[in-house]
């Protein structure tokens, strides 16, 4: 078993009987203790996907609980365990398990982020050098409050860019109803738009390409993009390929659904 504390809430069909039926799976991974998993419904997926793990683990086993789920013994005794391991501990145990869950989380969440993975890794340098100041008494109170406010604001940091909306790129054909991915980086939408569109002439031809946004107001980074090209002497055309930026929340707003 791997060292590392692991949650994993992924949605799709674990039932070979109904295959066409998604379900919400939450695995967990504890060092030492156990490998288990709990099967949910559709819905939990969106509510669970981003919430701390502890809070993930707690809502999975009430779920059963409540459900009154019944399954092989290995499968239940797996669970079992977790669940006596992190949630009906008590005092200095418990809050020792619920923090390095907590943590293994949000190093998760940070690692996810090229951002936040730089911020993590200068944390732990000034984590080291929070140490050494620590250590030197001949170090002035002035240097050691420098490092720890500038640790503190690389935790805040962390923490901004983890609530902070996700933009994705979708490249798009929206006439002939065709989706051709979703990407990361603008150019990288266009450039699936690009070799999609440049497979349709015959080999040869001088393709010219050329994008043509549709400006969201005071906003030239987003909106949509059109595609378009000169082929040869001909004069420009369209293709019908888009590129749309879409901005995805980080995490459920329940209210929303209201």
Known sequence: MSDSIIVRV???SYDVVHPSEQQTQVYVQIPEVARASWLLDADFYAALKNEP???VIDSAHEEYQLRGVVSDSTSAAARKAIVDWLLLSEGADYDARYDAVHAAWEADQARQHPVARKLLKENEQLRARVAELEAERHTTNEAL???AEKLRANRDRIVELEAA???VYRAEHPDSGITLGHYGTEAAARDHCETT???SWPA???LVFDWIRDALPEDDENGIAELVVTAGQNEESTTGYIVTALELDSKYDAEADE
């Open 197 to 199: 569109e440049r497979h």
């Open 53 to 55: 793990w502890p809070h």
């Open 145 to 147: 409050s420098d490092a």
């Open 165 to 167: 909306p996700v933009t």
């Open 204 to 206: 040869g031809t001088a």
């Open 10 to 12: 992924t949605l799709d």
